[in-house]
Protein backbone atom coordinates (compact mmCIF):
# COMPACT_ATOMS: atom_id res chain seq x y z
CA UNK A 1 0.00 0.00 0.00
CA UNK A 2 2.65 2.21 1.03
CA UNK A 3 4.60 1.87 -2.72
CA UNK A 4 1.13 2.68 -4.27
CA UNK A 5 0.87 6.13 -2.46
CA UNK A 6 4.43 6.61 -3.23
CA UNK A 7 3.90 5.33 -6.88
CA UNK A 8 1.16 7.99 -6.80
CA UNK A 9 2.90 10.79 -5.16
CA UNK A 10 5.77 10.76 -8.09
CA UNK A 11 3.39 10.42 -11.02
CA UNK A 12 1.16 13.18 -9.92
CA UNK A 13 4.94 15.45 -9.38
CA UNK A 14 5.66 14.19 -12.70
CA UNK A 15 2.18 15.76 -14.52
CA UNK A 16 1.76 18.71 -12.64
CA UNK A 17 5.47 19.73 -12.47
CA UNK A 18 4.88 20.41 -8.37
CA UNK A 19 8.45 20.02 -7.08
CA UNK A 20 9.32 18.67 -3.73
CA UNK A 21 10.29 20.64 -1.04
CA UNK A 22 14.01 19.17 -1.11
CA UNK A 23 15.41 15.94 -2.75
CA UNK A 24 14.24 12.72 -2.03
CA UNK A 25 17.47 11.68 -0.54
CA UNK A 26 17.02 14.39 2.12
CA UNK A 27 13.76 13.04 3.46
CA UNK A 28 15.46 9.42 3.68
CA UNK A 29 18.12 11.18 5.69
CA UNK A 30 15.86 13.05 7.99
CA UNK A 31 13.76 9.97 8.77
CA UNK A 32 17.08 8.46 9.90
CA UNK A 33 18.65 11.09 12.23
CA UNK A 34 14.59 11.67 13.46
CA UNK A 35 14.62 7.77 14.47
CA UNK A 36 18.51 7.76 15.98
CA UNK A 37 17.44 10.57 18.32
CA UNK A 38 14.19 8.65 19.35
CA UNK A 39 16.82 5.92 20.02
CA UNK A 40 19.30 7.65 22.27
CA UNK A 41 16.38 9.39 24.39
CA UNK A 42 14.81 5.75 24.69
CA UNK A 43 18.67 4.63 25.55
CA UNK A 44 18.82 7.17 27.98
CA UNK A 45 16.18 6.78 29.89
CA UNK A 46 17.04 2.65 30.08
CA UNK A 47 18.08 1.98 33.65
CA UNK A 48 15.67 4.68 35.07
CA UNK A 49 13.15 2.26 36.58
CA UNK A 50 15.93 0.25 38.65
CA UNK A 51 17.04 3.18 40.34
CA UNK A 52 14.90 3.66 43.34
Same mark, same amino acid.
Given at each position: ML /?? %?VAEA? &? &?T?? /?GVDLP? *? *?LA? +? !?VA !?? !? %? %?AMLLVTWAF??? +?TRH
Open positions: /HA %LA &Q &QEE /HM *P *PF +G !I !IC !I %L %LKNS +G
